[in-house]
């Protein structure tokens, strides 16, 4: 008996490329989040400073998500175009 509960898991990159699309979806809406508590909250240059240290924090993290995905994905072999191409 299968562990999946009889549903197949998609392979390839369809999978990543959903991942990635939430992660930055979920940046999207944690700027949108900040940007909105920020004009609401603070009208002076403080309120710049929080929705820089937020924007700040959200690109570093996306940009971990997507190094580790890369950084994978060289280490398991070639792209797919290459391996056509042999």
Do not use: H
């Not at 890369?70 to 072999?77: D, F, M, V």
């Amino acid at each position: 008996m299968s562990d999946s509960g009889g549903r197949k898991k998609k392979q390839g990159p369809d999978v990543n490329l959903g991942s990635g699309l939430w992660a930055v979806f979920m940046g999207l809406l944690g700027l949108l989040t900040a940007f909105v508590i920020v004009a609401i909250r603070w009208n002076d240059e403080s309120g710049v400073a929080a929705l820089g240290a937020v924007a700040s924090s959200i690109g570093a993290i996306l940009s971990a998500y997507f190094g580790i995905l890369y950084a994978q994905r060289a280490e398991t072999g070639p792209s797919p175009r290459k391996r056509r191409a042999k």
